[in-house]
């Protein structure tokens, strides 16, 4: 039999943020243990599983990092920093030289304290805001480039002469609502370029602050009695290096279907297709069951592995909401349940994992395991009969990281190759 006869198919559900800690309004349980899955439970019960490290134990990671090595991306050679990641999902073309930043649209008072970093999760007239924005010039001759991302999100970026990624910028941090905005400054002072970028960012952001402060969408907002996106907070400078392409390495055709586009972004650097429709969103609410039918549609078009992500559990775990990310779950074994029931299982398989651990009460992301599930008619089960994070303690997959469940699907997919004779 031939190599490609016998090579099969894989889809990955990824449920960003999904690791959690033992919750008390939740009787001792994380949102995992709580929610009602039967689907999962039986991915568990006929599967093998365990917790899995997005790169080492005790190591948070961002969803940039998380999904660079579930791709199967060594992110300590390959990272570029998640400014760079998030203007290429965006459409920005990065050239040598170019700092890009993560940023969020926020709402500050007069002194600078940051009231929400993410304007209240503004959704609609992030777009206007974003082109009133990009194009300034700053009194160097830097130009800045400006792009609207999923929800409160937004690329930043500084061309120019001179330039450097490593600068302190000005986000206060996650939960850090009450704190001023950081001043801008260089990591190393004596680093006469990141002074400059320095510079340069704090320009742009106190100019920013004048044309949005007075923008339409944030005078219709604060009729409405919204927050106003009257800032951009930066974070994650990066300038772009070169990233090898899995699909390539490999030989697989895949395709990454998710509402976060960042995620989309990554997905494209390394040799992924990417498929988003309006109702595919990276918030709270998207058709988690639409998702579920465009994987199975595709696998049936022939892609050797489909990666479906949801974004919601992330979310619910910034804004310590457990029950909401109770709801999501269940939502997701709906669609394990829905993709289940429509492949070929020996054909087919299924694996279900997360970027990283967002834990409600942390409200941030934490060094804890993932939740990981890998499943199909011929992989080796172990003993875990429910889904779960105490649950998985007894599983086969314990002290593996994420490029590991990576390598293991595509060795059950048949698309590793032998070392040796």
Not at 163 to 179: C, F, H, K, Q, R
């Amino acid at each position: 039999m031939s190599d490609h006869m016998r090579k099969r198919q894989g889809i990955l559900i990824i449920s960003d943020g999904l690791g959690d800690r033992p919750i008390k309004a939740l009787g001792g349980l994380t949102p995992l243990e709580y929610a009602n899955t039967p689907n999962l439970d039986r991915l568990a019960r006929e599967g093998c599983t365990g917790n899995v490290y997005p790169i080492a134990p005790g190591i948070p990671v961002g969803t940039d990092v998380g999904h660079m090595e579930i791709f199967g991306c060594d992110s300590d050679k390959y990272y570029p920093g998640r400014g760079p990641l998030e203007a290429l999902s965006g459409g920005i073309e990065i050239m040598e030289g170019d700092v890009a930043f993560r940023g969020n649209f926020g709402t500050i008072d007069e002194e600078y304290t940051v009231i929400d970093r993410r304007a209240g999760r503004i959704q609609d007239g992030t777009r206007e805001l974003a082109e009133a924005l990009s194009g300034m010039k700053l009194k160097d001759g830097t130009t800045v480039l400006v792009k609207e991302l999923t929800q409160h999100r937004v690329a930043v970026v500084l061309r120019g002469k001179g330039l450097s990624a490593a600068i302190v910028p000005t986000d206060v941090g996650t939960a850090n609502e009450g704190a001023k905005l950081v001043i801008p400054c260089p990591e190393d002072p004596a680093c006469k370029e990141a002074a400059k970028t320095a510079e340069n960012l704090w320009e742009f952001t106190r100019n920013a602050m004048e044309i949005l402060k007075n923008h339409p969408v944030n005078q219709e907002r604060i009729r409405k009695g919204l927050l106003p996106a009257n800032v951009i907070i930066t974070r994650g400078p990066g300038q772009l290096s070169t990233i090898p392409s899995t699909a390539r390495q490999l030989g697989i055709r895949a395709l990454c279907i998710a509402g976060d586009i960042t995620v989309g972004g990554i997905a494209r650097l390394v040799g992924f297709d990417y498929y988003v429709q309006d109702s595919f969103t990276g918030g709270f609410s998207t058709d988690i069951m639409g998702k579920a039918r465009k994987a199975v549609e595709s696998i049936k078009e022939g892609y050797d592995w489909v990666i479906v992500h949801i974004k919601g559990t992330d979310l619910a775990g910034h804004d310590n909401q457990p029950l909401e990310k109770v709801r999501i779950i269940e939502e997701i074994d709906g669609m394990a349940g829905y993709i289940m029931d429509h492949i070929n299982g020996e054909q087919c398989y299924i694996a279900f994992t997360a970027d990283h651990s967002t834990p409600c009460e942390a409200r941030d992301h934490t060094g804890d395991g993932v939740p990981t599930i890998l499943w199909g008619w011929d992989v080796r089960r172990d003993k875990t009969e429910k889904a779960g994070e105490n649950f998985f303690m007894e599983g086969a997959l314990q002290s593996l990281k994420a490029r590991d469940i990576f390598t293991m699907q595509m060795d059950l997919m048949g698309f590793t190759k032998k070392r040796g004779a």
